[in-house]
């Protein structure tokens, strides 16, 4: 082959794959300069869809909005009843659960597992973690948080407060209220207002 020859297939070669790059460079839309006008779209791989997104506005429905309202009285899978801020806590968060030794007991057991911590034994604060170095909890007892509504106290355990954070995942609903008595135990003396006589017994019900 004469050298001449040589040189014209390496430029021909040359010039096919500046070529397929340009075209697959073009075709995909990765092209060095840019343009406002949408890349040509050969296989178009469902990057448009005829859908709305959630909270996008849409002209289909006469409010404007594209997500709808759930029906009225709707309950989500999952979902909770209760309060999701403090501002409502104190009357959405109603305590059902009758005081028993039973449910004391149950509310005794998860307080001295969960709260003791950093509350101590006694809700006065100044627990375990605390005697470590970690922030000291106000006192469970003081006149202040006597005042408190169950309410409140439930949506404290559930929600978590500024650096206490949430035992929504610990403590099941139930075991939320028990302890809510327990704390009124705490702040009565050993026993619970509604039931002076019943001390709770250090026997935890079973839960199913
Ligand atoms: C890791 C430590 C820690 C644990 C465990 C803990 N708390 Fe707290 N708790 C705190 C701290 C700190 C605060 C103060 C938060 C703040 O600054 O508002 C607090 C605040 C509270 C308050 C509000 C007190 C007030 O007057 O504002 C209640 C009620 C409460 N905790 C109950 C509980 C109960 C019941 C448990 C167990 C289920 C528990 N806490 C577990 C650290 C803890």
Partial sequence: MSNNKRKFGFWSALFLVL???FWVG??????????DTPPLEIISDMDNQPKVKAQAASNFFADG???REPVEYTVPRNGTKYATSLDDADTK???TIPVTPEVLARGKNRFETM?????NYDGKGNGLV????????PSLVRPEAVAYTDGKIFHVISAGQNIMSSYADKLSELDRWCVVHYVRVLQNGGTH???ASAAPTSAPIKQQ
């Fill in 19 to 21: 070529f397929a790059i």
């Fill in 26 to 35: 073009l075709l995909s839309g990765n092209i060095l300069w840019t343009s």
């Fill in 65 to 67: 909005k594209a997500t």
């Fill in 93 to 95: 968060n109603i305590n």
């Fill in 115 to 119: 709260c003791t911590p950093c509350h």
């Fill in 130 to 137: 605390v005697q470590k170095g970690f922030a000291n909890p």
């Fill in 193 to 195: 207002p509604k039931m």
